[in-house]
């Protein structure tokens, strides 16, 4: 993954749990996802799913979700610690995406919605909502641009809180 692809994932990320201390009673946090807990090793986690490991951190899962093809990425960290699991998705999945999450985990504890310009000159909305956890949160958001890339793409991240705060610490040491 590339370093500014990587700042832009950790940025989305905090923009949802900034400022969040208190748990909300509104959603379901979970402990795992697709049945791999947090804080799980590599191990663990390919008994419980047919993960393919890069060695360094990331393995990744092929999913169909209703009729969307999804490649779940779940990154470790480096105590061998399950931290993070997301996926990009077409964008216009949106709607599928977020209704198995709201079926699941419950009402966002936060929306936003965002107008802006893409460098074709299209207007799009951007809407992201996030479910906030005392230990767990999950962002999603419908489009998720790419440098030089036309945005096609909304991702979601399911991630310990911890994870997040690290590797926003170690990528603005490296700024």
Do not use: H
């Amino acid at each position: 993954m590339n370093t500014k692809f990587a700042i832009a994932l950790l940025l989305l990320s905090a923009a949802f749990t900034s400022g969040q201390t208190k748990k909300s009673e509104t959603w379901a946090e979970p402990d795992g996802f697709l049945g791999v807990p947090f804080n799980a090793g590599q191990a663990e986690a390919r008994s419980k799913l047919d993960l393919k490991c890069d060695g360094e951190g990331t393995c990744t899962y092929d999913l169909r979700l209703m009729d969307l093809p999804l490649k779940l990425f779940f990154n470790f960290d480096d105590r061998d610690k399950l931290g993070r699991v997301f996926a990009n998705f077409r964008s216009s999945s949106f709607e599928i995406v977020r209704g198995v999450f709201v079926q699941r985990y419950g009402k966002p504890t936060q929306v936003s919605t965002q107008t802006v310009t893409t460098a074709l000159g299209d207007r799009i909305e951007i809407e992201t909502c996030g479910w906030i956890g005392e230990k767990v949160s999950i962002a999603l958001t419908k489009y998720f641009p790419r440098e030089g890339e036309t945005v096609r793409e909304g991702i979601f991240m399911v991630f310990l809180n911890d994870y997040l705060e690290e590797r926003i610490r170690r990528a603005t040491e490296k700024l």
